[in-house]
């Protein structure tokens, strides 16, 4: 509810009222302890968006996002190419872009705090760690399934996706089918110009991903993967009751209390964890 009001301001067209109303509405039909958190923040964001009459409030912040990723992408690219594990570098390079979350409360506010920030988040390390697994995993697939998150992030995911692909593997990503957050969607990642061997789309408007609404191209490319890397928070709550029937490493800042204590970490801890098809992420209730 902290980022509908943050939301809801974006557009500047005085309908933040109706925004809030119809997301809290939406809230309160929908609350259940069985619901996927990820499916209950679909559902608000979806009314709050209706109510605004706007189909991405998000557009300029995740346009400054990006440029001030990419003011960055030297230093990136430099603390990759001075370490003796190309890597393990580009996955904390790609971790360190999840810190923006707008209006969520828990991260940045603003695309500017970007810059002084960065030394410090490459600095910071991983906390929970299977980086060597990963790895291992990555080498033992022809194809890898990338899963974007947000904005300005997936420009340092650009340079993870970089390491993938030489090492000789094809990478199919995945960004969001409809604005929704500040989240790349297909034509956000165009824009950037990450390569990769494929570029498709989740099916539509949804936190994190939602396999109900994949379409037949989505879920070949799952099929044929060995491995997922997911980026974010959503897309591990979204997966925490099912999962893509792969291993999937899971890349992210633990930005608020359930998702550290699900990753046994301190909130604004990183994390980099493989989930097999065999278990499963569940929250304590």
């Keep these: 509810m902290r980022r509908v009001l943050f939301q809801s301001r974006l557009p500047g067209n005085g309908r933040e009222?109706?925004?809030v109303e119809a997301a809290l509405g939406e809230y309160a039909r929908s609350l259940s302890w069985d619901a996927n958190s990820a499916e209950l923040a679909t559902l608000v964001h979806r009314a709050s968006y209706s109510a605004l009459g706007v189909s991405d409030p998000y557009a300029e912040l995740k346009a400054r996002s990006d440029e001030a990723a990419l003011g960055l992408l030297g230093a990136a690219e430099g603390f990759i190419d001075s370490?003796?594990?190309?890597?393990a570098a580009a996955i904390r390079v790609s971790i360190a872009g999840n810190v923006m979350d707008?209006?969520?409360g828990i991260a940045m506010d603003?695309?500017?705090e970007l810059a002084p920030a960065f030394e410090g988040l490459l600095a910071q390390g991983i906390e929970a760690d299977e980086t060597a697994e990963i790895g291992r995993l990555i080498e033992a697939s022809e194809t890898v399934l990338y899963l974007f998150d947000n904005c300005g992030e997936s420009v340092f995911d650009g340079l993870l996706i970089r390491e993938i692909r030489r090492m000789g593997k094809r990478v199919a990503c995945v960004a969001k089918g409809a604005p929704i957050l500040n989240d790349a969607t297909v034509a956000d990642i165009e824009?950037?110009?990450i390569e990769a061997d494929a570029l498709l789309d989740t099916g539509?408007?949804?936190i994190g991903i939602?396999?109900?609404l994949a379409g037949p191209r989505l879920m070949g490319e799952i099929a044929r993967a060995g491995v997922a890397v997911a980026k974010g928070m959503a897309n591990l709550e979204s997966l925490s009751d099912g999962g893509l029937g792969i291993p999937v490493a899971h890349l992210l800042r633990a930005k608020c209390a359930p998702v550290a204590h699900l990753l046994g970490v301190p909130v604004g801890a990183n994390a980099a964890v493989v989930r097999r098809p065999e278990t499963s992420f569940k929250y304590d209730v």
Excluded: N, Q
């Excluded at 370490?83 to 890597?87: I, K, P, V």
């Design 204 to 206: 539509g408007f949804a």
């Design 83 to 87: 370490s003796g594990d190309r890597l």
């Design 110 to 112: 603003d695309p500017d």
């Design 210 to 212: 939602d396999l109900r």
């Design 17 to 19: 009222r109706e925004s």
């Design 191 to 193: 824009r950037i110009g």
């Design 102 to 104: 707008f209006g969520s």
